[in-house]
């Protein structure tokens, strides 16, 4: 009989101590939802809206399937009617109801956590997230496989946030990976130059081009300032017809920066300037010579 009681209470106190150290499932999340159809009609964009502490908002919108969600018909009527969809993600669920009709419509959500992707990303190393965290999650649709896949290619200490960024922009293991081969880098390369990159579109075969060309690119940094100005292969290309072949890097972006591209050239060259120098390039179309010149103005 001791024993049995001895038995029960060890019992008893092994429930409390999983109790207080099993982390709580999160609480559901309200908030507010609103689409409005695509001007071609093909898709809509649906915006979420979750009330954070204190007064502010976290507003998120994002293209969606009227269609998947079931509203295409409502989204088409002449009328408003009441309708009711789900919006299921990895992270949880968005339970909506609301108005929708004539290409829009408006109500209020209940986002749902899912317990197993909170706990997935726990086992990952993000622990102690938020309901709202995973409302994040849940808006870029992020994936526990994404997650291994980003560890896969080198990034093991991701903030969340990060992650979340990272996600929102498709940068994923496989771009991570392309990026560091066309770099030929021996460590991964730094998020915070992933984003411009993949921001600016700047692709392996933009950079294979640009090289092909003749344009030397000392990492991804360079890469960023020449797809921020719009340098590609054709443009390095035309100035080396030009008479402007194998230019360092600066030298084509301070041509490219004050918009000296060939038809520029030949353009100075057809008023007598031959092969003008780069400053002599630059200060005539800062001075807008030539183009005063073209139009029959005085200098």
């Known amino acids: 009989m001791l024993k049995t009681a001895r038995f029960i209470a060890a019992g008893a106190l092994l429930l409390v101590q999983l109790a207080l150290t099993s982390p709580a499932a999160l609480a559901d999340v ?45 989204l088409a009527a002449e009328r408003e009617r009441q309708v009711e969809f789900v919006l299921r993600r990895e992270a ?16 209020t959500f ?3 956590p899912n317990d197993a992707f909170v706990a997935g990303m726990r086992e990952r190393g993000f622990t102690n997230l938020s309901a709202s965290d995973i409302v994040l999650a849940a808006v870029v649709n992020l994936v526990l496989h994404f997650v291994d896949d980003v560890f ?48 600016l579109g700047v692709s392996p075969q933009y950079l294979s081009e640009l ?4 344009l030397p690119l000392s990492g991804p940094d360079d890469a960023i300032r020449a797809r921020a100005l719009h340098v590609d292969a054709p443009y390095v290309l035309g100035l080396g017809h030009a008479g402007y072949a194998h230019l360092g890097f600066e030298d084509v972006l301070r041509l490219r920066s004050v918009g000296i591209d060939a038809g520029f050239i030949e353009r100075v060259e057809a008023h007598g300037f031959a092969h003008p120098t780069l400053e002599q390039l630059i200060r005539l179309k800062t001075m807008k010579i030539v183009s005063a010149a073209s139009e029959g103005a005085t200098p």
């Open 152 to 199: 896969g290619a080198g990034y093991h200490h991701l903030s969340y946030r990060m992650l979340i960024v990272l996600r929102s922009l498709g940068i994923d293991g496989p771009y991570m990976r392309a990026m560091q081969a066309a770099f030929a880098a021996p460590e991964p390369i730094d998020p915070e130059q992933l984003i411009p990159l993949r921001s």
């Open 211 to 214: 090289r092909d060309a003749g």
């Open 30 to 74: 309200p908030g507010t939802w609103s689409i409005r159809t695509s001007t071609n009609g093909a898709g809509a964009n649906l915006t979420l809206v979750v009330d954070e502490p204190k007064g502010s908002s976290d507003t998120s919108s994002f293209p969606v399937d009227p269609e998947s969600l079931g509203l295409r018909d409502a």
């Open 92 to 107: 949880g669920s968005f339970a909506c109801s609301g108005l929708a009709g004539r290409s829009h419509g408006a109500g």
């Open 110 to 112: 209940l986002f749902t």
